[in-house]
């Protein structure tokens, strides 16, 4: 052992070094937001609050029940219940979310083939109440109605989430299939 980590070891080097740093900043402004006062924006693409991503069109929510967004959960915090409807097509009767139980992993959202579901940029959701966390069909598109409705929930989906059908075009050392590429983009010139 050298005489230098003797020495540090004797007079207690990294606890000095430490006290240093505490006195250092003992005397300098705080950094702590006071938070209903000031408040934070929340980073671009933040994966906040669920919603059911409301159809334009009709209204109604966007799901069709697959169920992928359920399949691919690590919390299995999504339940979804299908009816049979007129003509054998699936009607989603509930649709529910134990956000409690959720890690915000956004897997549900890249699963949709439909783009039916969506986490918000709102974050101060706090409550006394465990049955307020038990996010229900109707609860899930208010939150699309409040915090994600009209081009802004258009823009979220086209710059935070992935994959899109740009993702998956064939580069050129990629095998494909004859007849699928167009001749003009053939490496080889056959």
């Known amino acids: 052992m050298k005489v230098s980590a003797i020495i540090k ?3 207690l080097w990294e606890i000095l070094k430490g006290l240093a740093l505490t006195l250092s900043r003992l005397f300098t402004k705080p950094v702590t937001r006071r938070y209903p006062k000031e408040k934070r924006q929340a980073a671009p693409g933040f994966r906040g609050l669920h919603a059911l991503v409301r159809n334009p069109v009709t209204g109604d929510a ?13 919390s299995k915090c999504i339940n979804i219940h299908t009816i049979d409807g007129p003509d054998h097509q699936k009607i ?6 134990e956000v409690l139980r959720c890690v ?3 897997f549900c ?11 918000t940029e709102h974050f101060e959701y706090s409550n006394y109440s465990r049955d307020d966390f038990y996010m229900t069909r109707d609860k899930l598109l208010s939150n699309w109605d409040k915090y994600m ?7 979220y989906f086209e710059r935070f ?11 050129d050392d ?4 004859s007849g699928s590429r167009p001749e003009t983009e053939r490496p080889d010139g056959d």
Do not use: M, N
Request: aromatic share 12%.
């Open 104 to 106: 915000f992993c956004a």
């Open 161 to 171: 989430w992935r994959p899109k059908s740009e993702d998956f075009t064939a580069h």
């Open 92 to 97: 989603v009767e509930r649709y529910e979310i």
């Open 174 to 177: 990629q095998a494909v299939f």
């Open 9 to 11: 070891k004797i007079f």
């Open 149 to 155: 409705s009209g081009k802004k929930g258009i823009e």
């Open 62 to 74: 966007k799901c069709v029940g697959c169920g992928l967004c359920a399949a691919v959960c690590p």
């Open 109 to 119: 959202v890249e699963a949709c083939p439909y783009g039916a579901i969506s986490l």
